[in-house]
T-cell receptor, first 114, second 114 residues
Framework: AQSVTQPDIHITVSEGASLELRCNYSYGATPYLFWYVQSPGQGLQLLLKYFSGDTLVQGIKGFEAEFKRSQSSFNLRKPSVHWSDAAEYFCAVGPLEYGNKLVFGAGTILRVKS | EPEVTQTPSHQVTQMGQEVILRCVPISNHLYFYWYRQILGQKVEFLVSFYNNEISEKSEIFDDQFSVERPDGSNFTLKIRSTKLEDSAMYFC????????????FGEGSRLTVL
C-alpha cells in the first residue's frame, strides 16, 4: 500500500534562513508526487508536482523539490524563508490512473521566527 | 482567480443528525472529490465523482455517506446519521482533468459532532 512519511511534525526556522522539509514515500511504481500548503483558514494549495522528467521541480512562491528515487524521497526546499511561509505543508503521492486518489503525509507545521 | 468554495465553514451538530456539506467546484472542472482530516491526523481520500456518479470511494465512505451534484454548480456530501468520529475538517476539491494531480481544494468545512 502507498504511504507517505513526513518525519518532522514541527519545524522552526529564522526568516531568511534556508528550509528543507522531508518527505519519504512508499509506492510500488513510479509515483506522482505533490507538495501542498495550507495557511491558517485557507484550503490546500498546490505548490508543485512531479510526474516525470527532470527530478528537480520548481513551484510557486520560490519553492522547489527534488525527487530521489534511490532514497524514495521528495524533499521540499526554499533558499530563503519569508514570514508569510509559515503554514502547514503536506506531501502527497498519487497513482493518477485511479482518479486523483491522493495519499497525504501527516503534514509539517512551519514556524518562522523573525 | 477561480476557486472552490465550501459552506458552511463550521457546523456543530448532535450525534445522529443528518448533515449536508456543500461545495461549489470551479466551473469548468469535471472531477470532484471529498477528502477529510480528523484533527491531528492525515488528510484522507473519501470519494471521487465524475459524470454524475461515484468513480471511486474509500473504505471510510460507508452507507452513511452520500454525494450528489443536484444542479450544475453544487456538489454535496451528506452524512445521514452523524457519529462522534465524523468530527473532522472536510475538504472539497475539483480538477479539470483526471490525470494531472492538479486538485484545487476549498477552505474546508469543519464538522463538530457532539
Amino acid at each position: 500500500a502507498q504511504s507517505v512519511t513526513q518525519p518532522d511534525i514541527h519545524i522552526t526556522v529564522s526568516e531568511g534562513a534556508s528550509l528543507e522539509l522531508r518527505c519519504n514515500y512508499s509506492y510500488g511504481a513510479t509515483p506522482y508526487l505533490f507538495w501542498y500548503v495550507q495557511s491558517p483558514g485557507q484550503g490546500l494549495q498546490l505548490l508543485l508536482k512531479y510526474f516525470s522528467g527532470d527530478t528537480l521541480v520548481q513551484g510557486i512562491k520560490g519553492f522547489e523539490a527534488e525527487f530521489k528515487r534511490s532514497q524514495s524521497s521528495f524533499n521540499l526546499r526554499k533558499p530563503s524563508v519569508h514570514w508569510s511561509d509559515a503554514a502547514e505543508y503536506f506531501c502527497a503521492v498519487g497513482p493518477l490512473e485511479y482518479g486523483n486518489k491522493l495519499v497525504f503525509g501527516a503534514g509539517t507545521i512551519l514556524r518562522v521566527k523573525s | 482567480e477561480p476557486e472552490v468554495t465550501q459552506t458552511p465553514s463550521h457546523q456543530v451538530t448532535q450525534m445522529g443528525q443528518e448533515v449536508i456539506l456543500r461545495c461549489v467546484p470551479i466551473s469548468n472542472h469535471l472531477y470532484f472529490y471529498w477528502y477529510r482530516q480528523i484533527l491531528g491526523q492525515k488528510v484522507e481520500f473519501l470519494v471521487s465523482f465524475y459524470n454524475n456518479e461515484i468513480s471511486e470511494k474509500s473504505e471510510i465512505f460507508d452507507d452513511q455517506f452520500s454525494v450528489e451534484r443536484p444542479d450544475g454548480s453544487n456538489f454535496t456530501l451528506k452524512i445521514r446519521s452523524t457519529k462522534l468520529e465524523d468530527s473532522a475538517m472536510y475538504f472539497c476539491a475539483s480538477s479539470e482533468l483526471e490525470a494531472t494531480g492538479e486538485l484545487f481544494f476549498g477552505e474546508g468545512s469543519r464538522l463538530t459532532v457532539l
